[in-house]
Nanobody
Framework: QVRLVESGGGLVQPGGSLRLSCAAS????????MGWYRRAPGKERDWIAS??????NYADSVKGRFTISRDYAESTVYLQMNSLKPEDTAVYYC?????????WGEGILVSVSS
């Protein structure tokens, strides 16, 4: 069973930065795709960024402010979040895909408030 564990969330003021990390419990899987989603209060879970061998993609809401990166050797994916806004407040989820199976982390809370 593969586990994904997110870290790095918390409370930050508007305009601030946070870096989320997501580590997989195994280094044996070369995940085809890794990404981040988020669920804001009262809303559906939305995709925000992904990374694969073909490059990176971002949702319009975070483009230019968030950067996704990956350490293949450590099976870890990161999300650098800059210029945070109150509307970025959400539970952030890591996902990873291997052999057609999608794995999810349990989520981590990011709160943007003064």
């Amino acid at each position: 069973q593969v586990r994904l564990v997110e870290s790095g969330g918390g409370l930050v003021q508007p305009g601030g930065s946070l870096r989320l990390s997501c580590a997989a419990s195994t280094r044996s899987f070369n995940f085809n795709l890794m990404g981040w989603y988020r669920r804001a209060p009262g809303k559906e879970r939305d995709w925000i960024a992904s990374i694969s061998s073909r490059g990176t993609n971002y949702a319009d809401s975070v483009k230019g402010r968030f950067t996704i990166s990956r350490d293949y050797a450590e099976s870890t994916v990161y999300l650098q979040m800059n210029s945070l806004k109150p509307e970025d407040t959400a539970v952030y989820y890591c996902s990873a895909t291997y052999a057609g199976i999608n794995y999810w982390g349990e989520g981590i809370l990011v709160s943007v408030s003064s």
